[in-house]
């Protein structure tokens, strides 16, 4: 046998029971780390975890970080739980929800009480235990909300005895209540004590659990990584939250006093365009990390970053991210986060931009045109495809001395650019960063409306969204003998923006065959919109000769012009794609 087969597991799975766990978070011993989101089940949830725990069902496994003395990693005690001086020997980074509820339910803590009926679970005429699979657990246990008036009040003990009905916080102080039932409903001394005592056989049997039931613990040790911790919580939360680096530095830095909720709250509250575009804060971690370890990678990002890197540089690069959004909506035509190409070109771009921010204005505004050049040099080359945070270490590098020094270095995307009239012709839109970046050069160059005739930069909001539709649809192409769809329809060069109006009014047809419809009045200013989205409108054109060879070709023309006036780079040119 293999050694590797000889070796103990990494982890091992350790029963713990249900009272033990409840004591040690009653304690503090066990607590939340601070990233962990609030406590958020129904009763009912609670209700069916119980019931499983009496059923002795299973109800899943544990996962928990054991944790240094210094508790050098910011945690909350669970709800419930009034706050003590105990420093927590572990953390639970999988089961909050589960033990937040058997806590409270135990101990009668939370927002609502439980209940149990103890006459379903006995037969008073053979004076014996249903078989609890014959149980109705539905209607034996209960919650009971306890900020609602209701005419029936579960906390009142002479209700209790009338309806035999106890708290499950008191499943193990029940003897006084048990003696007060049986001289409820029993005058008769021998049936009473036969029915006290098949109310302890209930005790012992059916909330015994309540106890003993062992949940399997998957305990981390203490020098786990902080990496580590990050892919196992991921790999068990694909359902709930996503727990990224920004929450365990969050945790991470908490003791040391940075809030990074907090920073990042008033980061969103001052700077609105960061809510817009839907930025990731780890984004910014990632830029503060380059700025100072060269590095995105989230291994650097959360072991190398310090508090007093945040401190130092989080309201700077914040500012920054708000700065080249700014610059990307107002000059880059990403109008929205619809059309950002790459998210992750935020990184390098906010890491190095402070230092532009600080040139001289003569100097800033060639920088500025530097920063806009890399920015399409690496959407039409797709340099943010595969290994992005590798990427962005070695973009930030060059870009510190080559938009900001005196260096000739560019970086890879610019530096590199080789980009074919072939590559543009057979362009599909799957290949969503260049897709979308050829509708923002299209919303930059001024693309405008069909509906208002104005720029789409100018009338797009929320309400107002455009999308991308076919010139040549599909099932057009495919009906007609002479346009067999053999460019494929599915071409980012047959897209057109229009709004859901126009889309209405266009529907399966032809742009060619819409535009021909029009009246002389509107076909004259459709011309003029139809040439801002780089389309020709002339009667000899592709468009309205409903020639879809000719159309392609034509609209390729255009887009080269564009694209390298963008990027200052040449387009390399194939014969087969011209069509010379």
């Not at 190398?304 to 990307?328: F, G, P, R, S, Y």
Request: charged share 25%.
């Amino acid at each position: 046998m293999s050694s590797m087969f000889k070796e103990d597991p990494v982890f091992k799975a350790t029963p713990e029971t249900v009272g033990s766990l409840v004591t040690a978070i009653h304690k503090g011993a066990i607590a939340l780390p601070h990233f962990q989101r609030s406590f958020v089940w129904e009763p009912k949830r609670t209700i069916e975890l119980l019931k499983s725990v009496i059923s002795r069902y299973p109800a899943g496994t544990l996962l928990t970080w054991e944790q240094s003395t210094e508790a050098n990693f910011g945690y909350r005690t669970f709800e419930g739980v009034l706050p003590t001086d105990t420093k927590p020997r572990r953390l639970v980074l999988d089961g909050q929800q589960r033990l937040t509820s058997l806590y409270q339910a135990l101990t009668g803590t939370g927002d609502h009480k439980f209940y149990m009926r103890v006459w379903p679970f006995i037969d008073e005429e053979n004076y014996s235990l249903v078989p609890l699979e014959q149980v109705d657990l539905d209607s034996a246990i209960m919650a009971n909300d306890i900020s609602r008036r209701a005419r029936q009040n579960p906390a009142n003990e002479e209700w209790q005895i009338a309806n035999g009905v106890f708290a499950i916080s008191e499943y193990d102080r029940l003897r006084p209540w048990f003696k007060k039932l049986v001289r409820y409903v029993r005058s008769d001394r021998e049936r009473a004590d036969r029915l006290e005592e098949l109310l302890h056989q209930f005790k012992d049997t059916y909330l015994q659990p309540l106890e003993s039931y062992a949940f399997p613990v998957v305990d981390l040790p203490m020098h786990t990584s902080l990496v580590a911790v990050c892919n196992i919580f991921e790999t068990l939360n694909r359902s709930g939250k996503v727990l990224g680096p920004f929450e365990l530095l969050t945790a991470k830095f908490y003791p040391q006093q940075i809030h990074m909720r907090e920073l990042w709250d008033a980061a969103k509250r001052d700077y609105p365009l960061l809510v817009e575009f839907q930025v990731d804060p780890y984004s910014l971690l990632q830029a503060i990390c380059l700025r100072v370890h060269q590095s995105a990678q989230r291994y650097d990002v959360l072991n190398k970053l310090t508090a007093q890197n945040i401190k130092q540089h989080w309201e700077t690069v914040v500012a920054a991210a708000a700065d080249v959004l700014d610059m990307l909506k107002r000059e880059c035509g990403a109008i929205s986060v619809q059309w950002l190409p790459y998210g992750m070109l935020l990184v390098p771009m906010t890491a190095v931009y402070p230092e532009i921010a600080q040139l001289r204005s003569q100097v800033r505004a060639i920088a500025r045109d530097k920063l806009r050049q890399y920015y399409w040099c690496s959407i039409f080359t797709e340099n943010y495809d595969q290994g992005a945070n590798s990427q962005a270490g070695a973009d930030y590098r060059l870009l510190c001395k080559w938009v900001v020094g005196e260096s000739d270095v560019a970086p890879e995307a610019v530096a590199d650019f080789n980009l074919t009239d072939k590559d543009i012709l057979s362009a599909r839109q799957n290949r969503k960063a260049l897709y979308r970046g050829f509708m923002s050069l299209l919303i930059q160059l001024g693309a405008k409306d069909f509906t208002s005739a104005q720029a789409i930069a100018n009338v797009h909001t929320n309400d107002m969204k455009f999308d991308a539709i076919q010139v040549f649809p599909k099932s057009w192409l495919n009906s007609h003998e002479n346009n067999p769809d053999s460019h494929g329809s599915e071409l980012i060069l047959n897209r057109l923006l229009v709004g859901q109006g126009t889309k209405k009014e266009i529907r399966d047809r032809p742009l060619g065959e819409y535009f021909a419809a029009q009246d002389t009045g509107s076909q004259h200013k459709m011309a003029d919109i139809l040439a801002s989205h780089l389309i020709d409108p002339d009667d000899h054109g592709g468009l309205m000769s409903l020639d879809y060879s000719l159309f392609l070709r034509d609209r390729l023309s255009s887009f080269v012009e564009e694209i390298e006036n963008v990027t200052n780079q040449s387009i390399i040119y194939d014969s087969e794609a011209t069509g010379e």
